[in-house]
């Protein structure tokens, strides 16, 4: 029997740059999110969202906008991954920004100190509110799960342990070095964080997924998506309009999330960045996604 299935939402764009991601948990349950995940086998309990945030400009906190907010979303992440986790359930967490990443692993962490983080993402995200001016906290989640030097005190400080994430702990997959600040590189470097670019991604994805999992420690596994990484011309989803003709199509995405959820170590899926009015001009795109996310978590045990 495969683990009964806890769904959370996280509806917010706090951390972002604009309002729109705070809709995605709401839609994906409107495209019929909970009836696909039953239908691919599993027993869905829906655990409901955290805090409704709404993006607004910060500008008392020009580097590190809505920072309470995020932090708090953050939080009840956390709380909510860490009950499932406490109730022997897998979990799928429909972002919100990345930093929702970060209460994943706090609570993963706290469950399995040997857990790992597979993150698919097209950034580092590695930046501080020092190292970029934009203020946005989408880009900095793993700078403060790593506590780099200029990381938000009240972020980084908001986990169970401190930093909450060595670079052993992770893998990334789908990076654009091009889509990087110089610090990011430079800690990407310093740290030997260990990352396979978008471009290899997309050309065979097989063999850098394979790599990941096999390089992760052998403890419990998040695995958490980015729709960033994505290419904007096959799959406009995600906030960041950036990734334009590069990185992999939604096929390949659908694959690497489909080997990677049915390692036996993985527990939680999260995805971040979904902004669903991208999708606006062609609908098709999000039922497609919410079917390569319920085939990624699909049971492979017989039916009973
Ligand atoms: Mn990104």
């Not at 027993?43 to 907010?69: E, I, M, S």
């Not at 429909?94 to 706290?110: Q, S």
């Amino acid at each position: 029997m495969p683990r009964d299935l806890v769904l959370v939402g996280a509806p917010t764009s706090a951390g972002s740059y604009a309002p729109g991601q705070e809709a995605a948990p709401r839609v994906l349950r409107d495209l019929g999110l909970v009836d696909r995940l039953r239908a691919a086998g599993r027993q869905v309990r829906d655990a409901g969202d955290g805090p409704l945030q709404v993006w607004a400009p910060d500008p008392a906190h020009p580097r590190a906008q809505n920072l309470a907010a995020a932090v708090l979303a953050v939080r009840t992440v956390t709380e909510q991954v860490a009950a499932a986790l406490e109730q022997d359930a897998d979990v799928l967490l429909i972002g919100g920004n990345c930093t929702i990443a970060l209460g994943v692993m706090d609570a993963l962490l706290r469950h399995d100190p040997d857990a790992g983080l597979l993150y698919i993402d097209r950034h580092f995200d590695l930046n501080t509110p020092v190292s970029s001016i934009d203020g946005a906290l989408d880009w900095m989640g793993l700078a403060h799960g790593l506590d780099l030097p200029g990381a938000a005190e009240q972020l980084a400080a908001a986990f169970h342990r401190r930093p909450l994430l060595t670079p052993e702990q992770l893998y990334l997959l789908g990076t654009d070095p091009a889509g990087s600040t110089a610090w990011e590189r430079e800690q990407a470097r310093l740290l030997s964080l260990r990352w396979v670019s978008g471009a290899d991604l997309a050309s065979a994805p097989d063999s850098p997924v394979a790599g990941a999992l096999g390089a992760l420690p052998p403890g419990a596994l998040a695995v958490h998506i980015d729709v960033d990484v994505l290419d904007f011309t096959d799959a406009p989803l995600a906030e960041s309009t950036d990734g334009r003709n590069s990185g992999p199509s939604l096929q390949a995405i659908a694959g690497v999330l489909d080997t990677a959820c049915h390692d036996p170590r993985a527990r939680v899926l999260s995805i971040g960045e979904l902004n669903p009015a991208r999708a606006a001009g062609r609908p098709e795109i999000l039922p497609r996604f919410l079917a390569s996310v319920a085939d990624a978590l699909r049971s492979t045990a017989p039916p009973a």
